[in-house]
Nanobody, 123 residues
Framework: QVQLVESGGGLVQAGGSLSISCLGS????????MGWFRQAPRKEREFVAG????????LYADSVKGRFTISRDNAQNTVYLQMNSLKPEDTAVYYC????????????????WGQGTQVTVSS
């Protein structure tokens, strides 16, 4: 099992940047594919970005491609999401999630979830 704790959320103006992190517990963190998801008020949780266990493969939602970058440091048990050119529609609670196996964009395939961190982008 792995426990996940997100940090780094906050308030930023449109066009600005923010980096959020997810710290995982346990010695097996490097075996997990990791994903970032987000949920805006009155909307379903959606996939944002994902990275495979080695950090060699990544996937992005079309809405964030070219603006967000996911990365990981397995020595630090941490996955990052660098968010640039933020828009008001990026406002959401951002969750990191872990799954054993290949990288996936499907929410239901992730067994472990953090509590989330709020990102608010003002216009």
């Amino acid at each position: 099992q792995v426990q996940l704790v997100e940090s780094g959320g906050g308030l930023v103006q449109a066009g600005g940047s923010l980096s959020i992190s997810c710290l995982g517990s346990g010695r097996t963190f490097s075996r997990y594919a990791m994903g970032w998801f987000r949920q805006a008020p009155r909307k379903e949780r959606e996939f944002v970005a994902g990275i495979d266990w080695r950090g060699a493969g990544t996937l992005y939602a079309d809405s964030v491609k070219g603006r967000f970058t996911i990365s990981r440091d397995n020595a630090q048990n941490t996955v990052y999401l660098q968010m640039n050119s933020l828009k008001p529609e990026d406002t959401a609670v951002y969750y990191c999630a872990a799954r054993q196996g290949i990288l996936s964009t499907q929410l239901y395939e992730y067994a472990y979830w953090g509590q989330g961190t709020q990102v608010t982008v003002s216009s």
